[in-house]
T-cell receptor
Framework: KAGVTQTPRYLIKTRGQQVTLSCSPI?????VSWYQQTPGQGLQFLFE???????NKGNFPGRFSGRQFSNSRSEMNVSTLELGDSALYLC??????????FGPGTRLTVT | AQSVTQPDIHITVSEGASLELRCNYS??????LFWYVQSPGQGLQLLLK??????LVQGIKGFEAEFKRSQSSFNLRKPSVHWSDAAEYFCAGSSNTGKLIFGQGTTLQVKP
């Protein structure tokens, strides 16, 4: 079975721009969770989607949003980028929210 | 508030020595517990999980972990460390909601 894939792997954006990251879960998995990893804050939960509905949300501003499609693929969007949004963004999939399998991440750099 | 704590930020062990990484959790009820490993620039790989039942769980790469309810701990162990085990290790908890709460991580260095 193919693992979780994330595109793009690396991204450089300028402050004020917006960005969209994509995640394809393991086949058959219906839950997709997103995490932000930074040296200062560690791994923080952004949100989780299950069957196209946001089921959980972390403590991030409204500039961070996401969605899930009928094939379980998910995207997250960050609008009005700030320097502090530079991070590794990790996507994880699971069948219904239990053990999660992670993708390789998207490294976002905001300049 | 729910939390997971890894008291050790950095640990150095000699190759062939035993390893124990500590993890403590604070949840209203017993959470699902996990250990993940991350190599530089990579995603997280699931080492093992505890949902219920037997308190000693076996994982991949020769790792095991023991759940101790009385101590709110879920420590990771390996009898003999290999140089390739050098990485960052994360303990995480979940209430089966798709939301993992991670500890701060422990960086393992292996001396030859």
């Amino acid at each position: 079975k193919a693992g979780v894939t994330q595109t793009p792997r690396y991204l450089i954006k300028t402050r004020g721009q917006q960005v969209t990251l994509s995640c394809s879960p393991i086949s058959g998995h219906r839950s997709v969770s997103w995490y932000q990893q930074t040296p200062g804050q560690g791994l923080q939960f952004l949100f989780e989607y299950f069957s196209e509905t946001q089921r959980n949300k972390g403590n991030f501003p409204g500039r961070f949003s996401g969605r899930q499609f009928s094939n379980s693929r998910s995207e997250m969007n960050v609008s009005t980028l700030e320097l502090g949004d530079s991070a590794l963004y990790l996507c994880a999939s699971s069948y219904k929210g239990e053990e999660q399998y992670f993708g390789p991440g998207t490294r976002l750099t905001v300049t | 508030a729910q939390s997971v704590t890894q008291p050790d930020i950095h640990i150095t062990v000699s190759e062939g020595a035993s390893l124990e990484l500590r993890c403590n959790y604070s949840y209203g009820a017993t959470p699902y517990l996990f250990w993940y490993v991350q190599s530089p620039g990579q995603g997280l790989q699931l080492l093992l999980k505890y949902f219920s039942g037997d308190t000693l769980v076996q994982g991949i790469k020769g790792f095991e972990a023991e759940f101790k309810r009385s101590q709110s701990s879920f420590n990771l162990r390996k009898p003999s460390v290999h140089w390739s085990d050098a990485a960052e290790y994360f303990c995480a908890g979940s209430s089966n909601t798709g939301k993992l709460i991670f500890g701060q991580g422990t960086t393992l260095q292996v001396k030859p």
